[in-house]
């Protein structure tokens, strides 16, 4: 587990494992050809559980995520999560 969040670099926030493809997909055919088992279960970042978290599952569908946004560098770069990042990056 990591100390800080791996999204905005907050250290004070309890954090949990997001899921880079989330569970819910892992036993879809076309994720199982996509990606190896022990990678879904594994690929994934430490983030805050209250804030960055619950705004990452606001802005994009699990399908999304899967397919476009299953990297810490690929999520960054979706247009809402980066304005959400900017704002909350000011506020810590």
Excluded: A
């Excluded at 493809?21 to 879809?28: D, E, Y």
């Excluded at 699990?62 to 990056?89: A, F, P, Q, S």
């Amino acid at each position: 587990m990591k100390e800080k969040c791996e999204l905005c670099g907050c250290n004070y926030s309890e954090l949990n494992f997001h899921h880079l493809i989330p569970r819910t997909l892992h036993s879809s055919k076309k994720f199982r050809k996509l990606y190896k088992k022990e990678y879904m279960k594994t690929n994934g970042i430490w983030i805050c559980k209250s804030d960055c978290h619950r705004q990452i599952h606001r802005f994009i569908s699990e399908k999304d995520m899967g397919l476009k946004y299953h990297t810490l560098e690929l999520l960054k770069i979706h247009e809402e999560v980066k304005k959400y990042l900017e704002w909350r990056i000011k506020r810590l």
